[in-house]
């Protein structure tokens, strides 16, 4: 399958907002969706915090942590956890400019995949912009180990996802998806995969102070016999790799502009991802910037090279 080109970038065409609790906080939170002008990428906006509101863009550079979530800023100070089903959302619709103002410190989590959020965005109905959309092209293999775990980008005409996992628990086991993302793949194939997790893990993560809000309405939960314990089961039969790769594509979002390549890993989670695109942007000689140039009858537009601005959100 060749590359889906979309010339231009995009925003909503009208404000939209939702509200859920976090599910690590517990906590309740409110997030406003606002249109915003080309070239300002993703930006969250803390406004609740004392004295003018905290912007934190959705960029590689601004990732504070990776534990059980991609958390943007200061662990410390002011950040946003849990935003990888939120960018999975706005990447897999190719949506390029939002300001996302937020009044806690962790993105709601909802039904635990990315379905609400695409279900609000195509209410709001989304609006092309005047000025064209830049992608990073894979040009060579970047790869990244982490014991058995590993990572890598590969050249490809389109924009591919590769996941496998494998866990003890009979209940996931070995798993694998692939497929060239699309709004069209993404909304069928990946958008309602649910975050998981084992119900022996629950008490510890209680004590962390993590999975305050975590419950069945938000995750599939899997039981010490091995068995999913939600009533009404699985939404598709390897809903646990899809949700992994639907978290891949939020956590690669953070590279400010969609890339035209392969991604593939095994046995990956956030911080894989991170360290992989990390690895990625470092290597000036892994990819190029392009952009849509002239179309030629009877076939699709060619790419075009172009130079980047030094504040590209590419840049780490």
Known sequence: MGIEVYDYQTTLKSRVSLSGIGVHSGNNVSID????DPDTGIVFVRTDVQGEP?????????VGGTDLSTILGDLGGVHVATVEHLLAALAGLGIDNL????DGNEVPVLDGSSAPFVEVFEQAGLQQQAVKRRYIRILKPVRIDNGASWAEFRPYDGTRFEVE???ESPAIGRQSFATDITP???????????T???????ERLWAAGYALGSSLENSVVIGDDHRVINMEGLRYPDEFVRHKMLDAVGDL?????RFIGCFRSYRGGHKLNAQALRRLLSDRSAFEIVETGRRVRGRGAEM????APVYAPWMI
């Open 304 to 307: 075009i090279a172009v130079n």
């Open 165 to 167: 996992i494998d866990f």
């Open 253 to 257: 979002a953070l590279a400010g502009a």
């Open 54 to 62: 905290v912007e934190l863009r959705a960029l590689a550079s601004e």
């Open 196 to 202: 998981f997790g084992f119900m022996k893990d629950v």
């Open 33 to 36: 969706f606002v249109p915003a």
């Open 99 to 102: 300001l996302i103002e937020i």
């Open 184 to 194: 069209e793949s993404f909304r069928n194939e990946l958008s309602r995969a649910r």
